[in-house]
């Protein structure tokens, strides 16, 4: 199994960027489904999540500006992530409970995708 994410670069404070995350492979279910985040001598936070069903959690400091979204017929995970600020700035990771059969879940991480916010 493997988690692709996409959608990373530069943009101004205020600006909006979405990112992607594909998974593929041996895929027979994904359960929750997150975006975390790690800044330059941080270590790694949630920043979303969301489970099969659509529910969704987000940190305290992005609420009301990211969303998360997924398409269960696609394997993609989405973060639209509006008003950007200079804090916001990190690398991006992708983070799946996929089932590759039966009922046993493993946690995959994606490579990560770099977003930078500039002031």
């Known amino acids: 199994v493997q988690l692709q994410a996409s959608g990373g670069g530069l943009v101004q404070a205020g600006g909006s960027l979405r990112l992607s995350c594909a998974a593929s492979?041996?895929?027979?279910?994904?359960?929750?489904m997150g975006w975390y985040r790690q800044a330059p001598g941080s270590q790694r936070e949630l920043v979303a999540s969301?489970?099969?069903?659509?529910?969704?959690n987000y940190a305290d400091s992005v609420k009301g500006r990211f969303t998360i979204s997924r398409d269960n017929a696609e394997n993609t995970l989405y973060l639209q992530m509006n008003s950007v600020k200079p804090e916001d700035t990190g690398v991006y990771y992708c983070?799946?409970?996929?089932?590759?059969?039966?009922?046993?879940?493993?946690?995959?991480w994606g490579k990560g995708t770099q977003v930078t916010v500039s002031s």
């Open positions: 969301i489970t099969s069903g659509g529910s969704t």
């Open positions: 983070n799946a409970g996929v089932a590759s059969s039966g009922s046993v879940f493993v946690h995959y």
């Open positions: 492979g041996s895929i027979f279910s994904i359960n929750a």
